[in-house]
């Protein structure tokens, strides 16, 4: 009771400080490097996830952010130490939002990388959206199935880091 | 319905090489080395989100009514996220302070300040170093007993 006590006090105490040095809200760019409202947060499995009945895709963005200019733009965070950015990353952007879409009107995404920060506008339209990314989204569905695909990348350097290298068939 | 969702992050995989895609749907076990790359991907995933959500008064939109289970944000910030006494606090949170009516409203109470706290806390380091002994001050009552 008395520790209680005590971790009241010492909220109300910081209350007041708090109250004593209130300041306007700080910059929102911060560690994302995009700057607007926090509408979304992907923490884990209590986290909602998007779905786009529609389209039978779904997603739990990273982040769902309210810009300055009102737009709603969706970012991925990729930790990969060189920083790139790839064809893969922008597909999963693009479904995520398009999963989102239901929920939020997201226009833009933003792929964050540890050495960059890369826009990329999207169509307004959730058919062309959609047509973007039909082919993966058709592999991937084959692939939840059972189907084992026979398609490769042509990028032969991607599968030097491939976690699927040591049972490839190519 | 649940089983004809593609998630985005599959969609990516097949975007990156459907052959590998299927395999790791026929669970295939992934390299040692890719397994350690994706847990630290997820690691830095989660020091990002904190931060962001940090930043953002502790709190996003969507999630304000969810079940939160990772939020302890003087502790976090003293000590670390995934700190012994960050971790201690947090299952002493939800195991002892949850359970009562005024755990509740304490922990109720720490979620409205401790964002602010911690913005100020990094402008002057000196309440920083005070709140670091106050959260091991805590600590110690926390797991006293144990």
């Known amino acids: 009771m008395f520790v209680y006590l005590l971790m009241l006090f010492v909220v109300f105490i910081l209350l007041f ?8 809200p700080p910059s ?23 779905i786009s009945k529609k389209y039978g895709v779904g997603a739990k963005p990273d982040f769902l952010i309210r810009l300055k200019n009102g737009k709603v733009a969706l970012v991925e965070y990729k930790s990969r130490d060189n920083g790139n950015v790839y064809e893969s990353d922008i597909v999963q952007a693009k479904v995520s939002a398009l999963a989102a879409r239901d929920t939020y009107p997201v226009e833009v995404v933003f792929i964050k990388t540890k050495r960059r920060l890369q826009e990329i506008p ?5 058919d062309a959206l959609y047509k973007e990314v039909e082919l993966y989204v058709m592999y991937a569905r084959l692939a939840n199935k059972g189907k084992m695909l026979y398609e490769y990348t042509d990028n032969l350097n991607q599968c030097a880091t491939c976690s699927m290298r040591t049972h490839c068939q190519r | 319905m649940k089983k004809d969702i593609v998630y985005a992050s599959d969609a990516g995989k097949a975007a990156y090489c ?3 895609l299927s395999l790791s749907k026929k669970k295939f076990k992934s390299h040692a080395a890719a397994v350690e790359l994706q847990k630290q991907g997820t690691k830095e995933h989660d020091n990002l989100t904190d931060a962001v959500i940090l930043e953002n008064g502790g709190q996003d939109g969507a999630s304000k009514s969810e079940t939160q289970d990772s939020r302890c ?11 012994p006494v960050t971790l201690d606090l947090r299952n002493w949170r939800d195991n002892v302070l949850l359970n009562r009516f ?27 170093r005070l709140s670091k002994a106050a959260v091991t001050r805590i600590h110690s009552v926390a797991t006293r007993g144990r």
């Open chain 2, 102 to 128: 005024g755990g509740r409203t304490l922990v109720k109470a720490y979620y409205l300040v401790s964002p602010q706290w911690v913005r100020i806390c990094r402008q002057l380091p000196v309440l920083g």
């Open chain 1, 17 to 24: 400080v708090l109250f004593v040095f209130r300041e306007s």
């Open chain 1, 28 to 50: 929102r760019g911060g560690s994302l490097g995009v700057e607007g409202e926090l509408l979304y947060a992907d923490q884990g499995r209590n986290s909602k996830t998007f």
């Open chain 2, 73 to 83: 944000y003087v502790a976090s910030y003293a000590f670390g996220v995934e700190h």
């Open chain 1, 122 to 126: 999207l169509p307004k339209s959730n």
């Open chain 2, 18 to 20: 459907p052959h590998s």
